[in-house]
């Protein structure tokens, strides 16, 4: 439906006026010349209605002219009404596809940004568990230092219990010897023996304590060595599992990055298709202003068929002095070469 604004005649005065200016008069200028208003479907209605009302305007009592004048008109309809579709269908056609290939690139340009973040997360967590492990195989050090610190005091104190066994041994020898002497002396010195004999069995006994608190003091170290060695097991296997996430990430990083170089040749291709595109817009914008040169030609045949209807009908007339003919011609030259200018244009 056309707007009230746009009626026929307006469009045919601006379209006068261009052809006055030797102007094409396309949609697009004729929409300039009547101030960048209405809608190009409006105007080309209009156009198309004007121009099939001048291609009827031919002197009908002319076989001849009748037939140029409806076969020129077909022409040039068709010709605008091919061209026009054809470029209406490519600009869409285009822009739908740079619209895709947009779309198409914001989301591989944020699946990339997120597979960046990522990496780093990976890298992050890798460097965090390479700190750990090296804090675990310090204190495993550690441990192992203090392990064999604790070692060697359990093999002073095994020396040590060792020393003090072969003291009763020899206070047990020495006990056997005196009781042997005893039993010579036993009638003249009981009383004596008997000292002795308390002295010595305090002495024992001392020495027994002792043995009982070394023992005790033993199995109290060799406890700490086996929760030692507990403890360093609990620590190989932690070391061990924390090597083997460092492997997985180490892994998964890799995947990353080769999905990265993935991702970028795609991105490379996407480019690549969008200057391919670039060309076939250049190339439709080549068969654009051929079309152009196509439509000046009509023009031009459309001037030159008006020009001898109007001579066919001034002699018709009996109006065909030399004068009048000459006249007609040097019109008809002008007209001629109006329209080469306007196809150069």
Do not use: C
Not at 11 to 24: G, M, Y
Not at 125 to 137: H, K
Not at 198 to 211: A, Y
Not at 307 to 325: F, M, P, Q, W, Y
Request: charged share 35%; net charge neutral.
């Amino acid at each position: 439906m056309a707007r009230g604004g746009i009626t026929q005649p307006l469009v045919e005065d601006a379209r006068k006026r261009l052809l006055a200016r030797n102007v094409r008069p396309s949609i697009d200028a004729i929409r300039a010349e009547l101030g960048n208003t209405g809608s190009k479907t409006t105007i080309s209605n209009h156009l198309k209605a004007i121009e099939a009302r001048e291609s009827t305007r031919l002197d009908d009592e002319a076989l001849l002219s009748n037939h140029v004048t409806e076969l020129v008109g077909r022409l040039a309809r068709q010709l605008r009404q091919d061209a026009q579709e054809t470029i209406e269908q490519a600009e869409q056609h285009h822009k739908a596809e740079i619209a895709s290939l947009q779309e198409t690139l914001k989301a591989q340009t944020a699946e990339i940004r997120q597979h960046q973040a990522q990496n780093e997360s990976l890298t992050q967590e890798r460097d965090a568990l390479q700190a750990d492990v090296r804090w675990l195989q310090k204190a495993l050090s550690t441990l192992e230092g203090d392990n064999r610190a604790q070692a060697q005091r359990i093999e002073s104190l095994t020396e040590q219990v060792q020393d003090k066994q072969r003291q009763v041994d020899s206070l047990e020898e020495k006990h056997g010897h005196a009781r042997e002497a005893l039993e010579h002396y036993r009638g003249s010195v009981q009383e004596q023996r008997e000292q002795d004999q308390r002295r010595h069995e305090q002495q024992i006994q001392q020495v027994q304590e002792e043995q009982r608190h070394l023992q005790q003091a033993l199995a109290v170290k060799r406890d700490e060595q086996a929760q030692a060695t507990r403890e360093i097991t609990r620590l190989f296997t932690e070391v061990t599992e924390v090597r083997k996430q460092s492997d997985q990430l180490t892994q998964q990083l890799g995947e990353r990055e080769r999905e990265n170089r993935r991702l970028a040749d795609k991105t490379v291709r996407l480019e690549q298709q969008a200057a391919a595109l670039r060309q076939r817009k250049t190339a439709l914008e080549k068969q654009q202003r051929v079309n152009d040169q196509l439509k000046a030609r009509v023009q031009q045949l459309e001037t030159e068929l008006s020009v001898k209807n109007e001579l066919l009908d001034r002699l018709s007339a009996g109006n065909d002095s030399d004068e009048t003919i000459r006249g007609l011609a040097d019109k008809r030259e002008k007209k001629s070469q109006n329209s080469h200018k306007a196809l150069k244009k």
